[in-house]
């Protein structure tokens, strides 16, 4: 009886629980919609929630970098709002601090590495040492 039931589990159970990996998104639907609206923390949330890990990948993966630094360097008062969300969902931290890579604009790179050092406010430390050193690797691999 016992081997019917593990394949009964096996065949009709599991697969119901089974996490989809294709990456549902078209490289049209990525660069006129969802690339777009990558321009605040919310936004970049949603897109991490709906698309990675499947899709985080190649040149989807690049616009992910691309969004992460620029909104890191050129809108550091935002941080607030970063700390929100992975107070919420700490795997969304993980997932900004991958996208801190040697693939972003090297001057954006010294910029927020200079932001992280000294103008890290000491509520969101947590969150500013990861950045800090996920920085200092990618200026060190360009």
């Known amino acids: 009886m016992r081997p019917l039931v593990t394949l009964l589990f096996v065949f009709f159970i599991a697969p119901a629980f089974a996490v989809d990996s294709t990456c549902t998104l078209t490289d049209q639907h990525w660069l006129s919609k969802e690339l777009p609206r990558l321009k605040i923390w919310e936004a970049i949330h949603e897109s991490f929630r709906k698309y990675a890990p499947q899709c985080d990948d190649g040149f ?19 941080l607030s709002e970063l700390a929100a969300i992975v107070k919420r969902d700490p795997k969304f931290l993980e997932f900004v601090v991958r996208h801190i890579n040697a693939s972003a604009d090297p001057d954006d790179l010294k ?14 430390k947590a969150i500013c040492v990861p950045i800090h050193s996920a920085t200092n690797v990618a200026i060190k691999e360009l």
């Open 60 to 78: 989807i993966a690049e616009g992910y970098t691309d969004a992460v630094v620029v909104l890191l360097t050129h809108h550091w008062s935002s």
């Open 111 to 124: 910029q927020l590495l200079s932001h992280a050092t000294n103008q890290c406010p000491p509520e969101n």
